[in-house]
């Protein structure tokens, strides 16, 4: 069946530091992919998506392109803050009434 | 805006109790889904509905209920609370997954 792989957490930065967060999925059609966001003590918000081969989801200065050849839909932001930190959640699904979900990265940002 | 509203953010009761988890959303959509959350483990789903009346078993059922009497209305039922039921629960909705979930801001159950 369809699923994703995120990269484990913690994910510890500096302020000001690039992100990245790997995502790969496997799916037998043509998934849409999304990214979630969940800051501490609350539920998750749809941070960005794609619905197509190489389409860029952006957002907050967050961005993910969908790319086909590789399975991925990695998250980078150019500058994280303290404010970034949280839990993302990678997601995918293929046309059904259900998300497949990531297991999380936890995000960690340091003044 | 749109709202899932989940009645409760905190909650403890005792092992053996009854327990309802009520959530509620105002965009009129036909799917809801309850998840459980858990340290290492992620999100795990325990049931969804497509529509009133109707349910369908997730991930991890066992030892839970569910109740769409309504459209708007998902309750969550722990029959008999134990303690491996302590976690945060989160409910969601969609019109279609294509345009993702929207997720209430969870109730976190202590099972004491």
């Known amino acids: 069946g369809d699923s994703v792989t995120q990269m484990e957490g913690p994910v510890t930065l500096s302020e000001e530091a690039f992100l990245t967060i790997n995502c790969t999925y496997t799916?037998?059609?043509?998934?849409?992919l999304f990214w979630y966001v969940q800051y501490p003590g609350e539920g998750l918000q749809l941070l960005l998506k794609a619905t197509k081969a190489d389409d860029k989801g952006s957002n907050k200065g967050f961005e993910a392109t969908y790319r086909k050849e590789t399975t991925s839909f990695h998250l980078e932001k150019g500058s994280v803050q303290v404010s970034d930190s949280a839990v993302y959640f990678c997601?995918?699904?293929?046309?059904?009434?259900?998300?497949?979900f990531g297991a999380g990265t936890i995000l960690r940002v340091k003044s | 805006d749109v709202k899932v509203t989940q009645s409760s953010r905190y909650l403890v009761k005792r092992t053996g109790e009854k327990v309802f988890l009520e959530c509620v959303q105002d965009?009129?959509?036909?799917?809801m889904f309850w998840y459980r959350q858990d340290p290492g483990l992620g999100l795990r789903l325990i049931y969804f509905s497509y529509d009133v009346k109707m349910k369908e078993k997730g991930d991890i059922p066992e030892g839970y209920s569910v109740s769409r009497e309504k459209k708007e209305r998902f309750s969550l039922i722990l029959e008999s609370a134990s303690t491996n039921q302590t976690s945060m629960y989160l409910c969601?909705?969609?019109?279609?997954?294509?345009?993702?979930?929207?997720f209430g801001s969870g109730t976190r159950l202590t099972v004491v």
């Open positions: 997601a995918l699904t293929d046309g059904g009434n259900k998300l497949v």
């Open positions: 799916a037998t059609g043509y998934p849409s």
């Open positions: 969601a909705s969609s019109f279609q997954a294509l345009y993702g979930y929207t």
């Open positions: 965009m009129d959509h036909e799917n």
